[in-house]
């Protein structure tokens, strides 16, 4: 049987705004203390998020999967970049019928840092690192339609999908 989101208001969380270690750990306390409360019971996270740091969106991805909640998560709004990976971690995943979806490329902001060959070379290979990491996560949430490949080249082309896309693609359970 298809979960449906759920309508118990103390089991819904939002992640609203970018991912930062702020928002990232405040979210997993929240998930933690509704598994706390009853870990079968169903938790619903409502995802409006354009992106911000890949690592804090791996380490919660990485870190949902091992507590293993019974979370479902509903994009809604813009998701994209990092925004993605946050809604993908539900164990079903929704999508209203106005939110799109954004694919590009990781990409690192520098701020008038000074930087040796060395740390360039190095935060080439973080970025290339989460790239890879970001389209392992993404193809292996589309149930086989899509390929690491596949996602490398959307991310490329800085892809566009609707909810119909998203379905179509696994990427999506049901459009609510």
Same mark, same amino acid.
């Given at each position: 049987?298809?979960?449906?989101?759920?309508?118990?208001?103390?089991?819904?969380?939002?992640? @609203? +705004?970018? =991912?930062?270690?702020e928002r990232t750990?405040?979210?997993?306390?929240?998930?933690?203390?509704?598994?706390?409360?009853?870990?079968?019971? &169903? @938790?619903?996270? %409502? =995802?409006?998020?354009? +992106?911000? #740091? /890949?690592? %804090? /969106?791996?380490?919660?991805?990485?870190?949902?999967?091992?507590?293993?909640?019974?979370?479902?998560?509903? #994009? /809604?709004?813009?998701?994209?970049? $990092? +925004?993605?990976?946050?809604?993908? =971690?539900?164990?079903?995943r929704y999508i209203?019928?106005?939110?799109?979806?954004?694919?590009? &490329?990781? /990409?690192?902001? %520098?701020?008038?840092?000074?930087?040796?060959?060395?740390?360039?070379?190095?935060?080439? $290979?973080?970025?290339?690192?989460?790239? !890879?990491? %970001?389209?392992?996560?993404? #193809?292996?949430?589309?149930?086989?339609?899509?390929?690491?490949?596949?996602?490398?080249?959307?991310? !490329?082309?800085? !892809? =566009?999908?609707?909810?119909?896309?998203?379905?179509?693609?696994?990427? #999506?359970?049901? @459009?609510?």
């Amino acid at each position: 049987m298809e979960k449906e989101h759920t309508k118990n208001m103390s089991r819904i969380i939002t992640w @609203i +705004g970018d =991912v930062t270690f702020e928002r990232t750990d405040k979210t997993l306390e929240k998930i933690r203390e509704l598994m706390g409360k009853d870990p079968k019971k &169903q @938790i619903d996270m %409502y =995802v409006m998020c354009l +992106g911000g #740091a /890949a690592c %804090y /969106a791996h380490g919660f991805y990485d870190t949902i999967r091992l507590l293993k909640p019974n979370l479902v998560t509903i #994009a /809604a709004g813009n998701i994209s970049s $990092a +925004g993605v990976l946050i809604w993908l =971690v539900g164990t079903q995943r929704y999508i209203t019928r106005h939110t799109t979806c954004l694919f590009h &490329q990781v /990409a690192k902001r %520098y701020e008038d840092e000074a930087m040796t060959e060395t740390d360039i070379g190095t935060e080439k $290979a973080l970025l290339k690192s989460e790239r !890879r990491n %970001y389209n392992d996560i993404v #193809a292996s949430e589309s149930c086989g339609s899509l390929g690491k490949k596949q996602v490398f080249e959307m991310c !490329r082309h800085q !892809r =566009v999908f609707g909810p119909r896309d998203l379905l179509k693609h696994g990427l #999506a359970h049901k @459009i609510i």
